[in-house]
């Protein structure tokens, strides 16, 4: 069995510190999908290396999305390059006319 080096699953488990997640607040055995619920509050929980701690709270499902992905919500700075109008070129793609 190979097994991973040591170093290799500190480093992958330190890049999920911080980490954010929302937990849907239902009772009982009800369903708890993300997608299910959608008017549920939400727990957020961060996860600090060991486990998933309390970070914050959400109304409803939108609430936590903008939550968890902020950048989303965020407009482009930059306008996308004008690109430039083509221009005749020589045209070796095509085949040569019969009548030339």
Known sequence: MDDEPLADWA?????????LRAVPLV???GPKGSHLNRDAPRAIQRW??????????????AEAQRILHPQAEEPPTASAPQRQPLRAGPGRHRKPDPGE
Request: glycine residues 16%; aromatic residues 12%.
């Open 11 to 19: 480093e992958r488990r330190d890049a999920k510190i911080g980490r």
């Open 27 to 29: 009772s009982g055995d």
């Open 48 to 61: 600090n290396g060991y486990a998933w701690e309390p970070h914050g709270f959400a109304a409803n499902l």
